[in-house]
T-cell receptor
Framework: GEDVEQSLFLSVREGDSSVINCTYTDSSSTYLYWYKQEPGAGLQLLTYIFSNMDMKQDQRLTVLLNKKDKHLSLRIADTQTGDSAIYFCAERWAGTASKLTFGTGTRLQVTL | KAGVTQTPRYLIKTRGQQVTLSCSPISGHRSVSWYQQTPGQGLQFLFEYFSETQRNKGNFPGRFSGRQFSNSRSEMNVSTLELGDSALYLC?????????????FGQGTRLTVV
């Protein structure tokens, strides 16, 4: 079955690191993604990781993948107020780039 | 390079009516997928098109349909609208459904059914 879970809310202070977690159940996933959604907007692709990788770093973003536990995390270093948004993890099955199963989304609130 | 364009951005319809939403993918992209986003159900996959053919379909009633044209633009249609169809409808494009890793989303069409 396909089920992707995330915690609903995270609050961090500006300048701190944020860690958003995600668990998934489908072991046939090939790619795992992080998307950002700001109020009234669509989804912005932040980064993705191939399922045979453990880690991927892209500027302030670090993605960690524990395939054994089916756990994915997104770390945002030096979190800014502009990072306030809802963050979705998503998994994709082999053979399709556009059929994604999304998590419930984590609302990140950045306080001063 | 222009992103994914969805029209209209906002729409208000009455129960029982039908609606057509449009999506123009990124130039050169041939795969288009549609998603419904609601507060209760989150983001749910509707269908995926590639080269004018539906490749995958989500678990939605037959009132939801779509098509893709030879220029890769896609439309989705919802007939006999219900209040529960009120949602943000998002379209995603990618260059190829099997080899490409990234799907890029449009801004969405917010449909309100009254």
């Amino acid at each position: 079955g396909e089920d992707v879970e995330q915690s609903l809310f995270l609050s961090v202070r500006e300048g701190d690191s944020s860690v958003i977690n995600c668990t998934y159940t489908d072991s046939s996933s090939t790619y795992l993604y992080w998307y950002k959604q700001e109020p009234g907007a669509g989804l912005q692709l932040l980064t993705y990781i191939f399922s045979n990788m453990d880690m991927k770093q892209d500027q302030r973003l670090t993605v960690l993948l524990n395939k054994k536990d089916k756990h994915l995390s997104l770390r945002i270093a030096d979190t800014q107020t502009g990072d306030s948004a809802i963050y979705f993890c998503a998994e994709r099955w082999a053979g399709t780039a556009s059929k994604l199963t999304f998590g419930t989304g984590t609302r990140l609130q950045v306080t001063l | 390079k222009a992103g994914v364009t969805q029209t209209p951005r906002y729409l208000i319809k009455t129960r029982g009516q039908q609606v057509t939403l449009s999506c123009s993918p990124i130039s050169g992209h041939r795969s288009v997928s549609w998603y419904q986003q609601t507060p209760g159900q989150g983001l749910q996959f509707l269908f995926e098109y590639f080269s004018e053919t539906q490749r995958n379909k989500g678990n939605f009633p037959g009132r939801f349909s779509g098509r893709q044209f030879s220029n890769s633009r896609s439309e989705m249609n919802v007939s006999t609208l219900e209040l529960g169809d009120s949602a943000l409808y998002l379209c995603a494009s990618s260059s190829n459904p099997t080899s490409n890793t990234e799907a890029f989303f449009g801004q969405g069409t917010r449909l309100t059914v009254v």
